[in-house]
């Protein structure tokens, strides 16, 4: 991408219960990542605990072309209209470009170690010390998934011990294709990274060859909906949202093989039990769940692996 892209960021203050689906809008309408940050402007994705009683900004980015005022007009109208039932304050817009965006979260974004297997380093550090962990080399960039938001480290957590020398995995909505990227470095045979944003897929690619795992990770544009109705995955990972979670159960059963797991997360604690029931509708077993700070992450199979 050009380094002088203006992209316009728009931003909304609302309370936790709401986060879910003002980013369920700008991610329809928005061409960039989907951020969440606490009130004051300090990221979740720094550690900081999210109270359901404090203030909670969504933002998101749209390239300045032909169509960003229309999609700009399509997002304010949908937040006009969640501001009619929930506490949610007007549509902030402003001028940003990518280089900008990149500096400012330098300041705020290092390496960090998750799990006990994985770190991810931003290019930037130079002498980090690994130890004995794998290392994914990721900047933030408008895609979504730095390692640093909690479902992406429950994601990661759950992926170190369920990835296996001959695992086929799938990774929907893959943003930065960090859970792909991670997948390959923990020794998965093959991995399908997919997303329905472009930008996200350029990310994806960048991030994929940055980390040498072009030969195992393929990236696309499409959805669950594109994949061959003959192939079957050991691991599949949903980091996307309730909604979208629930739409595609009866398709992850389809294509997981019979003694694969599901990760699903980008839920929120308040549809936990919603989640759950839809869950075992569908013919999965819980085998697992982690909470951290407002998010639940699921690991799930057809049959029971105890």
């Known amino acids: 991408m050009n380094s002088d892209t203006t992209w316009l960021e728009l931003s909304v203050k609302t309370r936790s219960e709401f986060v879910e689906p003002i980013s369920e809008l700008f ?35 749209i390239p300045k072309d032909a ?12 937040i006009e209209l969640f501001r009619l039932v ?20 330098k300041k705020h974004i290092g390496p960090i170690n998750t799990g006990k297997r994985i770190a991810i380093v931003p290019s ?3 002498d980090y010390k690994l130890g004995s962990r794998i290392m994914i080399k990721l900047d933030p960039g408008l895609a979504f998934g730095t390692g640093h938001h909690p479902t992406t480290k429950m994601c990661l957590e759950l992926a170190e011990t369920l990835i296996t020398p001959d695992s086929n995995v799938l990774d929907l909505g893959c943003g930065s294709a960090i859970l792909s990227i991670a997948a390959a470095k923990l020794g998965a045979k093959s991995v399908v990274a997919l997303d329905i944003d472009k930008q996200a897929i350029k990310a994806a690619d ?8 072009s030969q195992i ?3 696309s544009i499409g959805t669950i909906n594109d994949i061959s109705t003959e192939k079957r995955y050991q691991i599949i990972f949903a ?7 629930i739409d595609i159960l009866p398709k992850i059963g389809t294509y997981l093989d019979a003694s694969g797991k599901a990760i699903l997360c980008g839920i ?9 029931k839809h869950i075992k509708d569908n013919g999965f077993i819980i085998l697992d769940s982690i909470i951290s700070e407002e998010w639940v992450c699921f690991s799930v199979s057809k049959y029971s692996q105890r």
């Open 217 to 219: 990770v393929t990236t």
């Open 27 to 61: 991610t329809t309408y928005g061409d960039g990542n989907v951020l969440v940050e606490i009130n004051g402007g300090h990221n979740p994705d720094e550690g900081e605990k999210v109270s359901h009683q404090n203030w909670v900004t969504v933002k998101t980015y």
């Open 67 to 78: 169509e960003h005022i229309k999609k700009k007009a399509a997002i304010q109208a949908g």
């Open 239 to 245: 980091n996307i949202s309730s909604k979208i979670i």
């Open 124 to 126: 930037w550090v130079k």
């Open 86 to 105: 929930g506490q949610i304050q007007s549509l902030n817009c402003k001028d940003l470009f990518e280089t900008d965006w990149r500096e400012a979260y």
């Open 268 to 276: 929120v604690f308040d549809r936990k039990k919603e989640i759950e």
């Open 206 to 213: 960048q991030n994929v060859i940055r980390n040498d795992v």
